[in-house]
RNA sequence: CGAUGACCACGUC
């Protein structure tokens, strides 16, 4: 910033790139606020904005819980002709979702379709943690069976955040059908997904199991500081001390 | 360039 005053000031007129890579910068830290301003500027000045400035702007403000402004943005930029793409109706679905918006998550994700924006898996993922964060299991699995139609290949984020809201429903069968999926279909498991198994396998009294989700060596991830989490309160609300 | 999954944190009350 005071190198772009120092410019300003000694007479160098500031281009889109100067304004891109600031904005950026300010979104990346998270001061939406020094990214609005900015933005207001450089369209005070007659320089239209790119894609990967509304990009940059629209995220950041999701993140901070801006969701109403980004949507603004997000209409806005249609009229600069700068149309919508998969990553930025992703970014606002997940927001609508950390908003408690069900509704417009709906929406947008039905209306992205509508404008032959194909959802990627993050789009979906985002659908599917939305609505099993709200127990909504049934409709996550609808979520998930039709990316599998249209073509979109779930992959490890899309399975675990099914396995875990399966898992904590008590759906065990259900979870660990996913899990078999997921090896049928090649899919890397990872420390995440383990962690989430060992909980499932304490929760049926599986010790055996939950065991076996910690050879390092044979399942090729390193279990972190949550698994172990998960591995002793597991075994203590097992009523099993000594093994946690 | 950049978005999506477990615990915690964050946020709301």
Redesign the pocket.
């Known amino acids: 910033r005071m190198i772009f005053l120092e410019m300003k000031k000694g007479g160098l007129v500031p281009d889109v790139h100067t304004f891109s890579c600031l904005i950026?910068c300010f979104?990346?830290v998270g001061r939406s606020d020094e990214a609005c301003k900015l933005y207001v500027e450089m369209s005070e000045v007659g320089i239209r904005p790119t894609?990967?400035i509304l990009?940059?702007i629209?995220?950041a403000l999701?993140?901070a819980?801006q969701v109403d402004l980004a949507v603004r943005f997000f209409n806005e930029m249609q009229g600069d002709r700068i149309n919508p793409?998969?990553?930025?109706?992703?970014?606002l679905?997940?927001?609508f979702w950390?908003a408690?918006q069900e509704g417009q998550a709906w929406k947008f994700f039905n209306q992205m379709k509508e404008h032959n924006v194909s959802p990627?898996?993050?789009?979906?993922?985002?659908m599917?943690?939305g609505l099993s964060?709200l127990g909504q299991t049934g409709k996550a699995f609808k979520v998930f069976a039709e990316m599998q139609e249209v073509g979109v290949i779930p992959?490890?984020?899309?399975?675990?955040?099914?396995?875990?809201?399966f898992i904590?429903a008590g759906k065990l069968v259900d979870a660990w059908k996913l899990y078999l999926q997921m090896i049928e279909k090649g899919l890397q498991?990872?420390?995440?997904?383990?962690?989430?198994l060992i909980?499932g396998s304490l929760e049926a009294q599986w010790t055996d199991d939950a065991k076996q989700f910690l050879e390092v060596k044979k399942i090729g991830a390193l279990?972190?500081?949550?698994?172990y989490?998960?591995v002793v309160?597991g075994n203590v609300k097992a009523g099993d001390i000594i093994e946690a």
Not at 85 to 91: K, L, V
Not at 120 to 126: F, I, K, L, R, W
């Open positions: 950026e979104c990346k894609r990967r990009s940059s629209i995220e999701s993140n819980g793409d998969a990553y930025m109706y992703s970014t679905i997940y927001a950390s408690d990627s898996v993050a789009t979906y993922n985002a599917i943690k964060s992959d490890t984020q899309s399975y675990s955040c099914l396995i875990d809201r904590k498991l990872d420390v995440v997904v383990y962690t989430e909980n279990p972190n500081v949550v698994t989490q998960s309160e």
